[in-house]
């Protein structure tokens, strides 16, 4: 996968392509809830996350601390490569990571003086509405986000932002679409 295509319209553009980042702490934390990952002499357990939890759930707030564990060598970082995260939570990162860093470099190069990478509410709205949909499954299938996206598109429960180039008018027209196969 490469994480930067020339814009198909534009010769002078690029797009820049990344997973959800939020999804993908979601994929990290999970797996290291699952099993315990590492090489011969020390392991990355998920049990720390769940001593924190425990002492963090009844709190109505929580502080930030210092990293629970750190990799104490290279020799060390380069056995728990191997088994650190699934090859597709990995390659999603490692995608997302490169996007990031292009496009600020790209945008600070084009005269943009303060890049704001945390701003994707548009797209969080959109992932919300389609996992409120499929009942709050963070985990649902192809099939159930597409039949989510359809009812999106037919109901009109996103609309532009009334500040956006993308004038309400020509956002009905959504509304006759749906996706291929799926209706």
Known sequence: MRHKVQHPNDKNRFLF????????IKNIRSQFLEKEMGGKESYITGNYVKKVYELQKDQTGWKLSSPLIWKKSKKESEECEKDFLT????????????????CVKYLLENGFHYVLTRRRDPVESLFSAVRQMNGGNDGSDAKASTVAINKILRTGLLLPHHSSNVPVSSFETFHNLALPGFT
């Open 17 to 24: 392509l990344s997973f959800d980042p939020c999804h993908i």
């Open 87 to 102: 090859p597709e939570t990995y390659s999603a990162l490692l995608l997302t990571s490169l996007s990031t860093v292009a």
